[in-house]
T-cell receptor
Framework: KAGVTQTPRYLIKTRGQQVTLSCSPI?????VSWYQQTPGQGLQFLFE???????NKGNFPGRFSGRQFSNSRSEMNVSTLELGDSALYLC????????????FGPGTRLTVL | EDQVTQSPEALRLQEGESSSLNCSYT??????LFWYRQDPGKGPEFLFT???AGEEKEKERLKATLTKKESFLHITAPKPEDSATYLC????????????FGKGTKLSVIP
């Protein structure tokens, strides 16, 4: 069973630019969640999608947005990048059965210069 | 607001020296408490979910327990390959997978 795929793995951008990150969940999973991980704040919830609908959103500014497609793949977008947006962005594929666990991808490392 | 506090921040153990990691939580209605392991440069790896006070789960050298206010991750006779950051998280919002994470405990096991 293939795991969670995130692309790209690494990105370097400059302030003011925008970026789009992609996530392909585990086959059969219809829900994905996105998290931001920084050394100072740890893992923080960004948003959650289920069957193309945003079900829940964390406490982040409107520059952070996302969407989910009919094949369950998801993208997140960050506009007008700031230095503080440098982080590891993690996508989680959410299991509807068993222990409701979230399976994380390897993440996208974003560096804003 | 849900809060999760993990202690200690870092822990160094000799190989074979057993110990415990602590996770204290404040949540309005706990739906699940999760333990993850994270290696450098990788995403968190799922270990356990605990649902109610008194519940225990084991996997190899790891055992997780849950009370109404905290959870412990016991590591028995650790090996160097157990070195990682261990993350605790709570799930509280009905109908959502949203997790609130602690800052983690960085475990180093010295041969």
């Amino acid at each position: 069973k293939a795991g969670v795929t995130q692309t790209p793995r690494y990105l370097i951008k400059t302030r003011g630019q925008q970026v789009t990150l992609s996530c392909s969940p585990i086959s059969g999973h219809r829900s994905v969640s996105w998290y931001q991980q920084t050394p100072g704040q740890g893992l923080q919830f960004l948003f959650e999608y289920f069957s193309e609908t945003q079900r829940n959103k964390g406490n982040f500014p409107g520059r952070f947005s996302g969407r989910q497609f009919s094949n369950s793949r998801s993208e997140m977008n960050v506009s007008t990048l700031e230095l503080g947006d440098s982080a590891l962005y993690l996508c989680a594929s959410n299991s509807a059965s068993g222990e409701r666990e979230q399976f994380f991808g390897p993440g996208t490392r974003l560096t804003v210069l | 607001e849900d809060q999760v506090t993990q202690s200690p921040e870092a822990l160094r153990l000799q190989e074979g020296e057993s110990s415990s990691l602590n996770c204290s939580y404040t949540v309005s209605g706990l739906r699940g408490l999760f333990w993850y392991r994270q290696d450098p440069g990788k995403g968190p790896e799922f270990l356990f979910t605990l649902y109610s006070a008194g519940e225990e789960k084991e996997k190899e050298r790891l055992k997780a327990t849950l009370t109404k206010k905290e959870s412990f991750l016991h590591i028995t006779a650790p090996k160097p390959e157990d070195s990682a950051t261990y993350l605790c998280a709570v799930q509280a919002r009905p109908g959502s997978y949203q997790l609130t994470f602690g800052k983690g405990t960085k475990l180093s096991v010295i041969p």
